[in-house]
Nanobody, 116 residues
Framework: VQLVESGGGLVQPGGSLRLSCVASGFTFTSYNMSWYRKAPGKERELVATITNTGGRINYADSVKGRFTISRDTVKKMVYLQMNSLKLEDTAVYYC??????????WGQGTQVTVSS
């Protein structure tokens, strides 16, 4: 099982980044996919979730209207489009795959730094 994130980097406030996560080794269409983030000194935060069918999406209040999660079943990928980035969005972003409470997989994380 692998989840590999990419797309992080340094961006100025107000800028945009698109994170990608490619999945392998499990039945992608059975898993809900999420993005979490962990900032220094803060607890891990659930940023966005998309269900296995893509039929339901949820966002943290802190990113609503700015971030968009999506998934591509054929490519087995999940994306996080991040617009209007703020200083407080700086964190390591992690891709997560969850099969209810039965199984849970994590990527290695990608650093997003918002700084002027």
């Amino acid at each position: 099982v692998q989840l590999v994130e990419s797309g992080g980097g340094l961006v100025q406030p107000g800028g945009s980044l698109r994170l990608s996560c490619v999945a392998s080794g499990f039945t992608f269409t059975s898993y809900n996919m999420s993005w979490y983030r962990k900032a220094p000194g803060k607890e891990r935060e659930l940023v966005a979730t998309i269900t296995n069918t893509g039929g339901r999406i949820n966002y943290a209040d802190s990113v609503k209207g700015r971030f968009t999660i999506s998934r591509d079943t054929v490519k087995k990928m999940v994306y996080l489009q991040m617009n209007s980035l703020k200083l407080e969005d700086t964190a390591v972003y992690y891709c997560n795959a969850a099969l209810g409470r039965l199984r849970d997989y994590w990527g290695q994380g990608t650093q997003v730094t918002v700084s002027s």
